[in-house]
């Protein structure tokens, strides 16, 4: 069945950097666009960044821009988000998504905490 199980997530203070990873099964990877959401404590679910299925092409948050990069492995099936010069609105817990025949895969999140 598919799977994304995401890792990497940890407390980091400001300025700090963190690379979380997900790694896929249970489909076809490298045909697969990829996504990174992140969902901070009352607030909605935002998509951050996604990337193609090939990696040649990748659009991100406003919020991220500049600061996070999403890549993937393709060989590894797995999918990375790269992120710098965090910020505590950066809090949240992150999920890996894709889609599968319409529907919406998630996995089960990590979470991300930015504290002096």
């Known amino acids: 069945q598919v799977q994304l199980v995401e890792s990497g997530g940890g407390m980091v203070q400001p300025g700090g950097s963190l690379r979380l990873s997900c790694a896929a099964s249970?489909?076809?990877?490298?045909?697969?666009?990829m996504r990174w959401y992140r969902q901070a404590p009352g607030k909605q679910r935002e998509e951050v960044a996604a990337?193609?299925?090939?990696?040649?092409?990748?659009n991100y948050a406003d919020s991220v821009k500049g600061r996070f990069t999403i890549s993937r492995h393709n060989a590894k099936n797995t999918v990375y988000l790269q992120m710098n010069n965090l910020k505590p609105e950066d809090t949240a817990v992150y999920y890996c998504?894709?889609?599968?025949?319409?529907?919406?895969?998630w996995g089960q999140g990590t979470q991300v905490t930015v504290s002096s």
């Open positions: 249970g489909f076809t990877f490298s045909s697969s666009t």
């Open positions: 990337i193609t299925s090939a990696g040649d092409s990748a």
């Open positions: 998504n894709t889609m599968i025949m319409g529907g919406s895969r």
